[in-house]
């Protein structure tokens, strides 16, 4: 099992930016890679970045390309979404997610995650 938190949410202007952070714990040595989800009200779940925690390649959405960064540090099992020049259409709850093995589906599939943190809120106003 895998554990995560998710924090740095809040209510931002547009413009701005945010730092989210997911702490993994429990069984992280067999992390093959995480993630970064957001939901909006009434929308599906959707994909944001992810990276390989091993090798650090990442990948993210077209929407978020060059706003959105993914990063991590092995040493702390810290999970990061810089996002930068937020927009309204940002405002979503935020979940970092972990998987086991590549052959576990598509990276870009909430199905392909088995383990979820509880989500941060990320309100972006006008």
């Known amino acids: 099992q895998v554990q995560l938190v998710e924090s740095g949410g809040g209510l931002v202007q547009a413009g701005g930016s945010l730092r989210l952070s997911c702490a993994a714990s429990?069984?992280?040595?067999?992390?093959?890679?995480m993630a970064w989800f957001r939901q909006a009200p009434g929308k599906e779940r959707e994909f944001v970045a992810a990276?390989?925690?091993?090798?650090?390649?990442?990948y993210s959405a077209d929407p978020v390309k060059g706003r959105f960064t993914i990063s991590r540090d092995n040493a702390k099992n810290m999970l990061y979404l810089q996002i930068n020049s937020l927009k309204p259409e940002d405002t979503a709850v935020f979940y970092c997610?972990?998987?086991?093995?590549?052959?576990?589906?598509?990276?870009?599939?909430?199905?392909?995650?088995?383990?979820w943190g509880q989500g941060t809120q990320v309100t972006v106003s006008s």
């Open positions: 997610a972990a998987r086991e093995g590549p052959n576990s589906g598509s990276r870009y599939s909430p199905g392909s995650y088995p383990y």
């Open positions: 429990g069984r992280t040595f067999s992390t093959y890679a």
């Open positions: 990276i390989t925690w091993v090798s650090g390649v990442t």
